[in-house]
């Protein structure tokens, strides 16, 4: 499975840890080196996804800007529009956007699947395979519905918080909606998380359906000198969105951050000594 780690503007060298990597596109429009930065990784092979900064900003960034963006930096892949919890939203405008924006294939297209219910949810989640354009399909870590445990394991240790997404990919699985996802060759996204223990379930299990994650995880925990150990976080998540203008971290940070993106890469693919 591909990270990609989400760092502040200073520290953008970081995230050469990995050749996978999401962007935001109002921070490209905050600041020119964060895309130049970008724009250089992607001429250098680097897989680049641009997201269309729902999550940040609590509603999509005009398509319009976010195409102008994705053309000027000529991004790898491109997240359609997503209204949080609302999947009939979402559905409608990821087929207005393709109709109308991005009509050709200059660019991987991504959908967010989103809903205020478990069916929702899943409807939204099919609707999205049955739409050729799509070549991934993005699965947040925020879920706002109650998902039940249909009796899988999990690992004794995993943290609440990220049993939900566990849970809804045991689903698609278990109904046969992950060979429909695998049939039309399409993957899975996962957008954030809740702490990053979770990719080491998904290696365990061997589901190379789900192609990469993206996290600010390891620079947030990082930055208060919070190590994940071999079990994931030592602590109940800091749930903070990034300070891109971060411009002071000490060595003893720096090294920490260091250390977390290191495990992550240990729980997504076993890269890197799984130290405690």
């Known amino acids: ?15 050469l840890e990995s050749d996978f990597h999401l962007i935001l596109p109002h921070i490209v429009e905050e600041y ?7 724009k250089k990784r992607i001429k250098a092979g680097d897989f680049v996804m641009l ?21 000027k930096l000529q991004v790898n892949e491109v997240v359609l ?21 991005y009509t050709n294939k200059d660019f991987s297209i991504a959908g967010v699947s989103q809903g205020k219910s478990f069916k929702s949810y899943i409807n939204c989640f099919q609707q999205l395979i049955k ?12 879920i706002d519905f109650p998902v039940k445990n249909m009796g899988w394991e999990v690992l004794s240790y995993m943290p609440q ?17 992950i060979d429909e996802l695998t049939k039309s060759r ?14 080491y379930y998904y290696r365990i299990k061997g589901y190379d359906f789900i192609r990469s994650n993206d996290s600010s995880s ?33 060595k003893s940070q720096l090294a920490c951050v260091k250390h977390n993106m290191k495990m992550i890469k240990w729980f997504a693919n076993g890269e890197e000594d799984k130290n405690e």
């Open 51 to 71: 997201d269309n900064s729902t999550f940040e900003l609590g509603r999509p960034i005009d398509i319009e800007k976010q195409r102008e963006i994705a053309y």
């Open 186 to 199: 399409k993957q899975i996204h996962l957008l954030g998380s809740f702490d990053q223990i979770e990719l």
């Open 161 to 177: 918080t990220v049993l939900k997404r566990i849970y809804l990919i045991e689903y698609l699985h278990a109904e046969g909606i």
């Open 32 to 38: 020119p080196e964060y895309g130049k930065f970008y």
């Open 81 to 101: 529009p997503d209204f949080l919890g609302d999947s009939n939203k979402t559905l409608k405008n990821i087929e207005k956007t393709l109709s109308t924006i």
């Open 131 to 142: 739409i050729k354009e799509i070549n991934t399909i993005g699965m947040p870590a925020i």
């Open 1 to 15: 499975m591909k990270v990609g780690f989400i760092v502040p503007v200073k520290y953008l060298r970081l995230s």
């Open 218 to 250: 390891a620079f947030i925990h990082g930055q208060r000198n919070i190590k994940y150990t071999t079990k994931g976080l030592p602590c109940k998540k800091i749930e903070e969105k990034i300070d891109f203008g971060c411009s002071n971290l000490t």
